[in-house]
Nanobody, 127 residues
Framework: QVQPVESGGGSVQSGESLTLSCVIQ????????LAWFRQVPGREREGVAAILTNGDGRFYHSSAKGRFTIFQDNAKNTVYLQMNGLKFEDTAMYYC????????????????????WGQGTQVTVSS
């Protein structure tokens, strides 16, 4: 059973950086897409960044472009989210998502593309 497990969240000041990690436990991951989502209480979970595991592309929410980078280490079965220039509005619970199917993701930053979710790691940015 594939299970994403996140780590790396914490509390930082505005302008600082954090790198989140997500280990895909259970087996060598062979699905088509991996992504990071975030959610604040009372709001929908939103896609932040996604990566095609065949190396064909990375995709970002407009709020993340130029500040966040998603990348993977296949040898470690891990996907990362490097976040620079953090802002107060980046405060959220961040979730790692995996699509275990090899069929292509449809929209990449929508929840319906993914069938395995981690428990989340909290990121808090103080202004």
């Amino acid at each position: 059973q594939v299970q994403p497990v996140e780590s790396g969240g914490g509390s930082v000041q505005s302008g600082e950086s954090l790198t989140l990690s997500c280990v895909i436990q259970g087996s060598t991951f062979s699905g088509s897409c991996l992504a990071w989502f975030r959610q604040v209480p009372g709001r929908e979970r939103e896609g932040v960044a996604a990566i095609l595991t065949n190396g064909d592309g990375r995709f970002y929410h407009s709020s993340a472009k130029g500040r966040f980078t998603i990348f993977q280490d296949n040898a470690k079965n891990t996907v990362y989210l490097q976040m620079n220039g953090l802002k107060f509005e980046d405060t959220a619970m961040y979730y790692c998502a995996a699509r275990t199917s090899r069929s292509p993701c449809q929209a990449l930053l929508t929840r319906s593309d993914y069938d395995r979710w981690g428990q989340g790691t909290q990121v808090t940015v103080s202004s």
